[in-house]
């Protein structure tokens, strides 16, 4: 079962932006790294980015470097995915996480403990 929600996808055009939002559906988790991935139809959940659970580190895909901001507001118990200049090839389902073992921040599916059910992003060309 879900321990997260994600919400805030949508279908956008090319250049356009999103907002993703990720909240706990039945415990915080303001003492643990968190992370949001994506995948494409057909390809492997990839890494996007991950924040530390004071959001004072963060690391990024390449891919999404320069146009996608991770942020947290632990008095909500929610993380963000903020997307600007969204491209074609952005189109997947995001996934939120949490590291419940409130360690190093990984970059690897396996280095997540809990996951939300998904939303989609579809950006047109």
């Known amino acids: 079962q879900a321990q997260l929600v994600e919400s805030g996808g949508g279908l956008v055009q090319a250049g356009g932006s999103l907002r993703l939002s990720c909240a706990p559906s039945r415990r915080t988790f303001s003492r643990n790294a968190m992370a949001w991935f994506r995948q494409a139809p057909g390809k492997e959940r990839e890494f996007v980015a991950t924040i530390s659970w004071n959001g004072g580190i963060t690391h990024y895909a390449d891919s999404v470097k320069g146009r996608f901001t991770i942020s947290r507001d632990n008095a909500k118990s929610t993380v963000y995915l903020q997307m600007n200049g969204l491209k074609p090839e952005d189109t997947a389902v995001y996934y939120c996480?949490?590291?419940?073992?409130?360690?190093?921040?990984?970059?690897?599916?396996?280095?997540?403990?809990?996951w939300g059910q998904g939303t989609q992003v579809t950006v047109s060309s």
């Open positions: 996480a949490v590291d419940a073992a409130a360690g190093a921040l990984g970059k690897r599916v396996d280095d997540y403990d809990y």
